[in-house]
């Protein structure tokens, strides 16, 4: 029983963030509205940003900020003492990335609605077929 | 079209957490990604860069190039941006509207009649509902310079805690907004114009790239910052912070303006007017 609580423990932000991806995709796929589309899309992308940074994590670890910096000699330097910081470095660069995409992706919808004058897809669609 | 999403959802989420039963436990220092380059990043970085923050070290040094090619991923979004939405040509109302601020008090002006000059007593208006907050105005004036002040911080001591370019960028573009979004779009032109936005946007990647190319110049690899230690007349290691610190600027100076130039463009879908 206890094998099975640790293994769930263990996995649990995993599935967390699965769930979150998965409302996302969801929100991606069904809803018939563009900015709900673009708000599932961010959903799924803090998802992926939320498991990156669960991957990083190491047990009793410190952030990855080496804190006796010019004195790294006196001691010898654990790498299992320090969160990984590669995770970080690439989710760091793809929170701001999302954000421009957001904006390319808002500016698109503006461009759409201004041309149809709706945002829900299947009104545009009818109005594409009558062209 | 709900029950195939709700299939297609559940399918992938099954397969996805059935994936998740190989995974290494959660916090296992010995799991696969904290395995093969992390530790060599960990281990050599302060003697190798002289910053003891590592994620800045290898934003900035060991992957230069992959965050010098998100910064015009970056870049190109506020260039696209640009393209979609800016609408040169304006067709101006008949009437033009100016609110006197101190009694409160709407005007229209005629065509061919000489408007206010704009002031503190007069602003030109869109739409009438809009009221004029007082507070809001008030109390975001005291926000932005505290939030600047904070940006900048942020962006220059990312070698010593968290933060770094953008990070620092992006909180310098939110005080921005959010001078924009309490007064008006037109107010916060005088601040930083269309044309400023830009010209920044270009040169934060122009930092970020001549850096690279002053490398090759002195004779090493393209963004190889140890070769910058004749121009600082410091030793290679130190050269290298020195550098990771300029790269750093150029990223928030290029988020900054990007992020301007977004909210320019999307609040006012590309005229430029009043905005939100």
């Known amino acids: 029983m206890s094998e099975l609580t640790s293994m769930i423990m263990s996995k649990l932000n995993y599935w967390v963030y699965i769930v979150l991806m998965m409302v996302g995709l969801y929100a991606m796929i069904a809803k018939k509205n563009l900015v709900k589309k673009i708000i599932g899309m961010n959903i799924l992308q803090t998802a992926v940003i939320l498991f990156f940074i669960s991957v990083g994590v190491k047990k009793d670890a410190t952030i990855p900020i080496i804190i006796h910096g010019g004195a790294a000699e006196s001691h010898a330097l654990q790498a299992a003492n320090y969160m990984n910081p590669l995770p970080h470095v690439l989710m760091l660069t793809a929170i701001v990335v999302a954000v421009a995409t957001l904006g390319v992706a808002l500016a698109l919808v503006i461009k759409v609605y201004q041309k149809y004058e709706t945002l829900d897809e299947d009104e545009i669609l009818a109005r594409l077929e009558d062209e | ?276």
């Open chain 2, 1 to 276: 079209m709900k029950t195939r999403a709700l299939i297609i959802v559940f399918l992938f989420g099954g397969l996805l957490i059935y994936c998740t039963l190989d995974f290494p436990t959660w916090g296992d220092p010995l799991a696969p990604a904290s395995k093969h380059v992390s530790p060599r990043y960990i281990e050599r970085t302060v003697e190798e860069t002289s910053v003891p923050n590592t994620v800045t070290a290898v934003l900035a040094d060991y992957r230069s190039y992959d965050t010098m090619f998100e910064t015009i991923v970056i870049f190109s979004a506020g260039v696209a941006c640009l393209f979609l939405l800016r609408i040169f040509r304006r067709i101006e109302p008949e009437t033009q509207l100016y609110r006197h601020i101190p009694s409160g008090i709407t005007l229209r002006i005629a065509k061919g009649v000489k408007p206010p000059r704009e002031s503190r007593e007069f602003e030109r208006i869109d739409l009438m509902w809009v009221p004029h907050d007082l507070i809001v105005q008030t109390i975001a004036r005291l926000i932005v310079p505290f939030s600047q002040i904070f940006a900048l911080y942020v962006i220059a001591h990312g070698h010593y805690s968290p933060g770094g370019g953008f990070q620092g960028g992006v909180i310098l573009g939110a005080s921005i907004i959010l001078f924009a979004i309490s007064h008006n779009l037109r107010s916060s032109f005088t601040r930083i114009s269309e044309k400023l936005a830009v010209i920044l946007c270009g040169l934060g990647v122009f930092i970020y790239a001549g850096t690279g190319a002053l490398s090759i110049i002195l004779g090493s690899n393209y963004l190889d910052y140890g070769a910058l230690s004749r121009v600082f007349g410091v030793d290679a290691v130190t050269a290298r912070s020195h550098g990771i610190l300029i790269v750093e600027i150029g990223v928030g100076i290029c988020v900054m303006a990007v992020m301007v130039h977004l909210y320019y463009n999307l609040a006012s879908a590309g005229r430029h007017d009043e905005g939100l």
